[in-house]
């Protein structure tokens, strides 16, 4: 059974960081593209970041410069290292794997973790 | 960027009638492969989304097939041919076209 669990959030102050991982069961981490995705309260997915198999790595514009994707595929682990971080930040954050073969859609997803950026 | 808007934001439908959602995209969906990445997701209050369908019209396993999806280029279809109580939320359609995604706002669906 496919297993997605986040940690590392929490509340942090403007322009602090925060490391989110997202530990990985039950499916080959290593062949799998993977996602972060984020809702801030009461309102729709935002797409943050996605990195390939081959640890190619993609960002929505509002977070480039300031946040980092990347895997340990010997941990099956994802993270999100999230630097100068501000209020409109505040969401919570999903991992996400996509469906096997290039298909660019996410099959299985977590149950998320808060991140509050406030002083 | 590719900018996802869907029509109606709120759906209020009586259980048994259908429904139906509208995703349009500001430029073509169509990838350099000549796929089409657009897929549609639900969620239940209180829950993480759960992908229904990918690639326009392919329905998860497990996925009741009252729900459909149609289109091509840059319009979009969510179809739901008789609405149980089990499908209130939000949907959303996600596109994947270049090397990022958006969604879009989310239609909430309700019972009237």
């Known amino acids: 059974e496919v297993h997605l669990l986040e940690s590392g959030g929490g509340l942090v102050q403007p322009g602090g960081s925060l490391r989110l991982s997202c530990a990985a069961s039950?499916?080959?981490?290593?062949?799998?593209?993977m996602n972060w995705v984020r809702q801030a309260p009461g309102k729709g997915l935002v797409w943050v970041s996605t990195i390939g198999r081959h640890g190619d790595t993609y960002y929505t514009d509002s977070v480039k410069g300031r946040f980092t994707i990347s895997r340990d595929d010997s941990k099956n682990t994802l993270y999100l290292q999230m630097n100068t971080l501000r209020a409109e930040d505040t969401a919570i954050y999903y991992c996400?794997?996509?469906?096997?073969?290039?298909?660019?859609?996410?099959?299985?997803w977590g149950q998320g973790i808060l991140v509050t950026v406030s002083s | 960027d590719i900018v996802m808007t869907q029509t109606p934001l709120s759906s209020p439908v009586t259980l048994g009638q259908p429904a139906s959602i509208s995703c349009r995209s500001n430029q073509s969906l169509v990838h350099s492969d000549g796929n089409t990445y657009l897929s549609w997701l639900q969620q239940r209050p209180g829950q993480p989304p759960r992908l229904l369908i990918y690639?326009?019209?392919n329905r998860i396993s497990g996925v009741p097939d009252r729900f459909s999806g149609s289109g091509a280029g840059t319009d979009f279809t969510l179809k739901i041919s008789r609405v149980e109580a089990e499908d209130v939320g939000v949907y959303y359609c996600?596109?994947?076209?270049?090397?990022?995604?958006?969604f879009g706002q989310g239609t909430k669906v309700e019972i009237k």
């Open positions: 996600m596109q994947t076209a270049r090397y990022s995604r958006s």
């Open positions: 996400a794997k996509d469906l096997p073969g290039d298909i660019f859609a996410s099959d299985y």
């Open positions: 690639k326009i019209s």
């Open positions: 039950g499916f080959t981490f290593s062949n799998s593209v």
